[in-house]
Every structure is written in C-alpha cells, then in structure tokens.
C-alpha cells in the first residue's frame, strides 16, 4: 500500500477505531483520602471534605471551614478569594446544597498527597451534545494546596466557559 494510500485511510477512519480504556472511580473513594503521615492525612482529609461536603453535596455556607480567605483560583471562570469561589458555585452555577452523604459517592480514580499539595483524580465522562451519548471518558482532576489546614490554592483542567 502507498504512502497515499495509508494516508487517505487515516482519514477515512472514524476515531471511535482508537480503543480507549475507560476511566472507572474506585469502590471506596473514602479510603484514598487516608495516609499512615499525619500531615498528609490531615491534607487528604481537607480534600476529602472539599469534594465530598462543597462539590458533591454543595453545601458552600461551610466553605470557610476548608479554604482560606485568600483561596487562589487557577480555574479561569472563577474569581480568587472565598467570597469569589463562593459566587461561582452558588450565583453563577446555581448549585443547590443537599444533604451530606456519610461516604462520598462520587466516583473517585486517584487521590495522591505530597508534602502540602493533594490531587483528586476524577472520570469525566464526555457525551454528544445533541444525542448525550457517552462518547469516552477521560480525567478531570483538581490539586489544592493545604495552608494551616485550609486549602489556600487550586488548579483544575476548567477551560474558559
């Protein structure tokens, strides 16, 4: 077969072809927030309530317990400081706060301390916007830096809205 012709295929080819492996959480998402160092437990444990009683259960009225004032914001639609993550959560994604579930359900891939920084790993499934249809999943992820046992700064994989 030509240069060409190999070519011509590639295109021709739809990208479902290129098998992918999803991206599945973990059975007990709660133990990944533990660790036998007591100050990387303590950083996991301010994770594990970030995403467990603000992301997951949206209750941002205790913000204040796991990040600091000053809160850094790397993500591009949300301003710095706690008042600021405060508003894009609750004015801006209109998130409404429900009960707090005794273990997270939220499916959990990775979660991986060191020294002040932890990141949560996540499966993101990405869906047809007409049809929402799964098409493949991949991972989003979020990393906090712990300050005094607040989360001080924060990054994310968010593109601007």
């Given at each position: 077969?030509?240069?060409l012709g190999l070519s011509t295929m590639s295109v021709l080819l ?9 991206v599945v959480g973990v059975a007990n998402p709660d ?131």
């Open positions: 077969m030509t240069v739809p990208a479902a072809s290129y098998a992918q492996e999803p133990a990944l927030f533990t660790s036998s160092d007591p100050r990387l437990h303590a950083n996991k444990q301010v994770a594990y309530h970030i995403v467990k009683d603000l992301l997951e259960a949206g209750h941002w009225e205790q913000a204040d317990k796991y990040l600091s004032r000053r809160y850094i914001q790397h993500n591009p639609n949300a301003a710095s400081g706690l008042d600021g993550v405060i508003k894009y959560f609750v004015e801006v994604r209109k998130v409404q706060p429900k009960p707090i579930p005794e273990k997270m359900t939220k499916p959990i891939v990775a979660v991986i301390a060191e020294g002040d920084l932890v990141t949560v790993m996540y499966p993101l499934p990405v869906r047809d916007k007409t049809t929402n249809q799964l098409l493949y999943t991949t991972t989003w992820f979020d990393t906090w830096r712990i300050v005094d046992g607040k989360a001080d700064e924060h990054w994310d994989s968010a593109l601007k809205n």
